[in-house]
């Protein structure tokens, strides 16, 4: 397994901290806001659980992303596969990961993937592969993180888009830490 310094320089850091948590109370009001309407939208909900839980974990509040997240599970259980579910999963999988939950991460992260395959969200699918790569680095699980990241940059290369960069940074990135790793 990686060393924690590993893991943090693949981690993903907000450019800009004081805008993130501007954002973050945003999405706090929102969240009250729909969780006050009378029949509360869950549409509303998750959609708000899901954008204030993944920016909690980015601002390192992976604790209470989770709680938020675990809390709305239920929720997110109910619906019908729709893309926010795949965006929800891939945010509660990015939180247990960075908790060190990473046997309940991958199961998670696998859900997001799954759903948005099947139902063609590609945007979410390179994401949820993306976030998984970081996590299978993480438990050391290089070959598979290879193909995660792989697998994002051509969902990603097809989209076109500044994130493909992101990908092809991970994969440099994997690349020397396996040229680093003793050889058994």
């Known amino acids: ?17 004081a805008a993130l948590a501007q954002r973050i109370e945003e999405a706090r009001q929102r969240l009250a806001q729909a969780q006050a309407q009378v029949r509360g939208d869950a549409v509303a909900i998750l959609d708000s659980v899901t ?33 926010l579910l795949a965006w929800y999963w891939n945010a ?12 309940q991460a991958d199961v998670y992260f696998e859900k997001a993937v799954a759903l948005a395959r099947d139902g063609g969200w590609q945007r979410i699918e390179a994401m949820a592969l993306h976030h998984w790569g970081r996590s299978l680095v993480e438990e050391g699980r290089m070959e598979e993180a290879q193909r995660c990241f792989s697998q ?4 990603r290369e097809a989209l076109g888009g500044p994130l493909q960069e992101s990908s092809r940074k991970a994969l440099a990135t994997l690349a020397q830490l396996r040229s680093a790793r003793p050889q058994p």
Do not use: C, S, W
């Open 1 to 17: 397994m990686p060393p924690a310094p590993v893991a943090e320089f693949m981690r993903f850091t907000a450019p800009d901290p």
């Open 92 to 103: 509660l999988a990015t939180a247990l990961q960075y908790l060190g939950e990473r046997a």
């Open 152 to 155: 994002a940059l051509v969902i």
């Open 51 to 83: 954008d204030l839980g993944g920016m909690l974990t980015t601002a390192r509040g992976e604790a209470e992303a989770l709680a938020l997240l675990r809390e709305h599970q239920p929720l997110a259980e109910a619906q019908a596969p729709v893309e």
